[in-house]
Structures are given as structure tokens and as C-alpha cells.
């Protein structure tokens, strides 16, 4: 670890690494109310990744597997999950079947990647760089669709706040009980859920994801 923690330090920053996890919750909901398995289990496959490996490197503990291993497994996660919201961009794959074939090829060239060295920071730009250079190739051949700006201003700019957090958050030696690193759970989970409904016709809140009477009626024909 980066500093010399002791141990109500580690319990702390257990906690605080790994509850801020579940920021991405509601986007996990959202992916349920749209009927989008793929992008639901993806998420989930991060969250609990993510959490399982903030919490075993705080407490410097093993369950089930290293947290090396863990982290390794969350790489693959997130770079999948922003390569799922690039892909739901494009004009070119509206259609679910198209998508999830671009979802899946995510996921077999990412673990390709990522296997090669996770921890080299190339090894994660590089999959998220490839499919920003697909999405931009695919509003030149077809067009921008119709966004809700708004929406997106939103997004981005928690998103901003978001990668600022991650840059600082890779130098542990500068980041307290991964605190900047925290903030990247939290706002990356807050940008997505703007993110992810920057084509939807209309807005669903944080309130409304979480109420069970409005997954009960919700249809996907609010989709586009």
C-alpha cells in the first residue's frame, strides 16, 4: 500500500472503497427498467469485482482469490461496460442483435488485451480508444442520432469530474485511503445513468429507478 495504514485506517477505507461501488446502482436498474440483459450483468459483473478487490487490497487479505486477481477481473469489467455505452451510440447498431455481437467482441478482445498486462494504463486506454474511433467513424458514414442535450451536458460534465478523480487516483501515494479514487466510483456511476438515456424520449430521475411501482409498469417503448 501506498501509506502506512493502521488497522481502523484499513477498515475505513474498506468501507469507503467498496460502498461507493454501488453509485453505479441505478444504472444497474436502469439497464432492468430498458431490457438490456447484457449491459445489466456486465454492470454487475463490475460492481462486485470492484468491490471484492477495493476491500481484500484495504484489508490485504485473500477471499476467494488475491486481490490482484480481483483487480484484473474489474478491468475487464469497466472497460467493457464504457465500451457498452459507445456502442449504444452508434447509429449503426440500434438493433439489439448488433449490439450485443459488438458487446461480446468487446469482451474477447479486452480479456485479450488486458491478459497481456493489466497493469499498464496503454492496455486500458487502448480497447476504450478503439471503440471511441468506431463510434466517430460511425457518425461520419451515418450520421449524429437525435441526443437529448441536455441530458448530455449533464453527463458529461460529471464525467469530467469523473476522470479527474481516476488521474488522481492512480498515484496512491498522493491519494489517501483511495479517497480521489472513491469519488471515481461515485461519479463515473452518476455520469453513466445520465449517459446511458441521452436518446431516450424521456428522463427517468433517480427517484423513479428506484421506485418498484415504476418498474412494474414501465415498458421498452420509451426506447427510441
Known amino acids: 500500500m ?15 472503497t467498496g460502498i461507493s461501488n454501488f453509485a453505479c446502482l441505478p444504472g444497474l436498474l436502469l439497464m432492468n427498467l430498458f431490457e438490456r440483459p447484457f449491459q445489466f450483468y456486465i454492470g454487475l459483473f463490475t460492481m462486485i469485482t470492484s468491490f471484492m478487490y477495493h476491500v481484500t487490497e484495504s484489508l490485504e487479505m485473500n477471499i476467494y482469490m488475491e486481490p490482484g486477481k480481483w483487480h484484473e477481473l474489474d478491468n ?6 464504457i465500451n457498452s455505452l ?28 488486458q491478459a497481456n498486462n493489466p497493469w499498464d494504463l496503454f492496455n486500458t486506454i487502448f480497447p476504450i480508444s478503439v471503440y471511441i474511433l468506431i463510434l466517430i467513424y460511425d457518425f ?56 446511458w438515456q441521452i436518446q431516450e424520449k424521456r428522463f427517468i430521475s433517480f427517484r423513479e429507478v428506484f421506485d418498484e411501482s415504476y418498474h412494474k409498469f414501465i415498458r421498452p417503448s420509451i426506447i427510441w
Open 76 to 81: 475487464i469489467g469497466s472497460i467493457c461496460c
Open 86 to 113: 459507445l456502442i449504444s451510440m452508434m447509429n449503426s447498431y440500434r438493433n439489439n442483435s448488433k449490439q450485443l455481437k459488438m458487446n461480446l467482441f468487446s469482451i474477447f478482445f479486452v480479456m485479450i488485451i
Open 140 to 195: 461520419l458514414m451515418n450520421g449524429i442520432p437525435k441526443f437529448n442535450y441536455n441530458t448530455m451536458r449533464r453527463g458529461l460534465g460529471i464525467l469530467i469530474l469523473a476522470i479527474s478523480m481516476f488521474i488522481k487516483g492512480l498515484d496512491e501515494h498522493s491519494d489517501y485511503m483511495r479517497i480521489a479514487h472513491s469519488l471515481w466510483h461515485i461519479s463515473i456511476g452518476i455520469a453513466t445513468f445520465y449517459l
Open 2 to 16: 501506498a501509506y502506512d495504514y493502521t488497522f481502523h485506517e484499513k477498515i475505513i477505507m474498506a468501507f469507503i
